[in-house]
T-cell receptor, first 115, second 111 residues
């Protein structure tokens, strides 16, 4: 069974540009999450989708970040315009929707560098 | 104070040793608890969930102490391949699935 996949694996952009990250969850997982790790810090939650609906976006840092999950399958995270402090690794995770099952499985991440 | 606190290490142990990591969490209403393993520049991989009664998976044993708000991970008979960063992860928010991560404890198993 394929795991969570993310694209691209690396992205280097200049301050002010736009970048779009993509995540494909494990097939059949309704829950999709975005997290990020900035340099020297722990991994932090950004938001949670259940199918195509945003369930929890309490971790989104500001309105330069836009996440979508049209059709409830893959998700995109757009950063526009990018700032230097957005550099870090962006992880996507997914989990099943079974009651009492909370384990999340992570993708390999997208390493974003804003110069 | 961090929501999930771990000793960053590194823990340097010889092959075959037993090593234990602890982690404390701040929210007494936390729901679910996990240990993840992360290799350098890789994604976190779920090692095991931590249940109230404690649980074991081969050489790995996890314990939860709700009264003291700490979680432990015991690794027996350490292998070179166990070298990694171990992340203590907690679902703290009632009704939500967001995970809160500790900063990790680095383990280096030496031959």
């Amino acid at each position: 069974e394929a795991g969570v996949t993310q694209f691209p694996s690396h992205s280097v952009i200049e301050k002010g540009q736009t970048v779009t990250l993509r995540c494909d969850p494990i097939s059949g997982h309704d829950n999709l999450y975005w997290y990020r790790r900035v340099m020297g810090k722990e991994i932090k939650f950004l938001l949670h989708f259940v199918k195509e609906s945003k369930q929890d976006e309490s971790g989104m840092p500001n309105n330069r970040f836009l996440a979508e999950r049209t059709g409830g399958t893959y998700s995109t995270l757009k950063v526009q315009p990018a700032e230097l402090e957005d550099s870090g690794v962006y992880f996507c995770a997914s989990s099943a929707s079974l009651a009492g099952v909370f384990e999340q499985y992570f993708g390999p991440g997208t390493r974003l560098t804003v110069t | 104070r961090k929501e999930v606190e771990q000793d960053p290490g590194p823990f340097n142990v010889p092959e075959g040793a037993t090593v234990a990591f602890n982690c404390t969490y701040s929210n007494s209403a936390s729901q679910s608890f996990f240990w993840y393993r992360q290799d350098c520049r890789k994604e976190p991989k779920l090692l095991m969930s931590v249940y109230s009664s404690g649980n074991e998976d081969g050489r790995f044993t996890a314990q939860l102490n709700r009264a003291s708000q700490y979680i432990s991970l015991l690794i027996r008979d350490s292998k070179l391949s166990d070298s990694a960063t171990y992340l203590c992860v907690v679902n703290m928010r009632t009704g939500r699935r967001a995970l809160t991560f500790g900063s990790g404890t680095r383990l280096q198993v030496q031959p």
